[in-house]
């Protein structure tokens, strides 16, 4: 059984750069066909997709979101990590880090669909103080 597991601080001040890592245990983050996103929820607000990495260590970034956020993965320790920079106070939220196996051989396949991915950590919340 897959398992996920977000860590990093749970305050930051604006400007900074917020660093969340996501440990994954019970399969392999380079395993084939697989992607690993990063999804928030703000209070009050549904889920939004931030990226992912995908098993071939491609990343793919929401729009709004790429000049301040990076996403990048540790394959010996089987972690990936979240970088967004420049935090202000509307980056308040619930962080998640989740996976899901994409299909074989298709491009042009949509992966930041949060109710499309099967694998969750349990979230960690993070609070941006002016």
């Known amino acids: 059984q897959v398992r996920l597991q977000e860590s990093g601080p749970d305050l930051v001040k604006t400007s900074q750069t917020l660093t969340l890592t996501c440990t994954v245990a019970?399969?392999?983050?380079?395993?084939?066909?697989?992607?690993w996103s990063w999804i928030r929820q703000s209070p009050g607000k549904g889920r939004e997709w931030i990226g992912y990495?995908?098993?071939?260590?491609?990343?793919a970034i929401l729009p709004s979101l790429r000049g301040r956020t990076a996403i990048s993965r540790d394959p010996a320790k089987n972690q990936f990590t979240l970088e967004l920079s420049a935090v202000i106070p509307e980056d308040t939220a619930e962080y998640f880090c989740?996976?899901?196996?994409?299909?074989?051989?298709?491009?042009?396949?949509?992966?930041?669909?949060?109710?499309?991915?099967?694998?969750w950590g349990q979230g960690i919340r993070v609070t941006v103080s002016s």
């Open positions: 989740a996976g899901r196996s994409g299909v074989p051989f298709r491009t042009g396949i949509d992966y930041s669909d949060p109710n499309d991915y099967i694998y």
């Open positions: 990495i995908a098993y071939s260590g491609d990343t």
């Open positions: 019970g399969g392999s983050i380079t395993t084939n066909y697989y992607y």
